[in-house]
């Protein structure tokens, strides 16, 4: 079974400037997750996605960050226009259902903003 | 909010000598994740606690599950170099709409000495 694949695995950009991620969960798993890891923490949810739905944007920051997941398949993140702050390591996860199954995490995006 | 700590935060400790983690929360939950993460690597799901009084092993680790206490344990026994990592524990935070949110505790670097 394939895992959680992400890209591009690394970015550096300049504040200001604009960047995207890509996810794309394991097949048939409904329920995709965007976190962010910044150094030395632990991953903070920033949206949630069953299928093609936002269940939970609380804890993104909307008027820098979006994301949309089409088809309820893979999913971008984005985020533009960058802050310093937001150099952390972006991770996708996504579960199958829930019935107590863990999370699959993909391998995350480090993105580093100069 | 749902809060979930861990200590020790960093955890330096000589090969062959046995220790825990512990991984307390702040609001009901009967299910709790332990991952481990190497250093620029994703999250790595290791024992899944469905229920109260849950114990899992798995080689030189055992995570044991107190729902009542809110306290999910990670036991160390005779640690070897390849442990070096970071664990973080994970509850599970129902909605009410059918979803469920993942909070991560802070994680605890853990350093095996030869």
């Known amino acids: 079974e394939a895992g959680v694949a992400q890209s591009p695995r690394y970015k550096i950009i300049e504040k200001r400037q604009s960047v995207a991620f890509w996810c794309n969960p394991i097949?048939?798993?409904?329920?995709l997750y965007w976190y962010q890891q910044i150094l030395g923490q632990g991953p903070k949810l920033l949206i949630q996605f069953q299928n093609n739905g936002v269940v939970d944007d609380s804890q993104l920051p909307k008027d820098r960050f979006s994301a949309e997941r089409l088809k309820g398949v893979d999913s971008t993140l984005k985020i533009q226009p960058a802050k310093l702050e937001d150099s952390a390591v972006y991770l996708c996860?996504?579960?199958?259902?829930?019935?107590?199954?863990?999370?699959?995490f993909g391998p995350g995006t480090r993105l580093t903003v100069l | 909010e749902l809060k979930v700590e861990q200590n020790p935060l960093f955890l330096s400790m000589q090969e062959g000598k046995n220790y825990t983690i512990y991984c307390n929360y702040s609001t009901t939950s009967d299910r709790l994740y332990w991952y481990r993460q190497d250093p620029g690597k994703s999250l790595e799901s290791l024992f899944v606690l469905l229920s109260n009084g849950a114990v899992k092993q798995e080689g030189r680790l055992m995570a044991s599950l107190d729902t009542k206490a809110r306290l999910s344990t990670l036991h160390i026994t005779a640690a070897v170099h390849d442990l070096s990592a970071t664990y973080f524990c994970?509850?599970?935070?129902?909605?009410?709409?059918?979803?469920?949110?993942?909070?991560f505790g802070t994680g605890t670097r853990l350093k095996v000495l030869a």
């Open positions: 996860a996504s579960i199958v259902e829930r019935d107590g199954d863990e999370q699959f």
């Open positions: 097949s048939g798993h409904a329920t």
């Open positions: 994970a509850v599970d935070m129902f909605r009410g709409s059918g979803t469920y949110k993942y909070i």
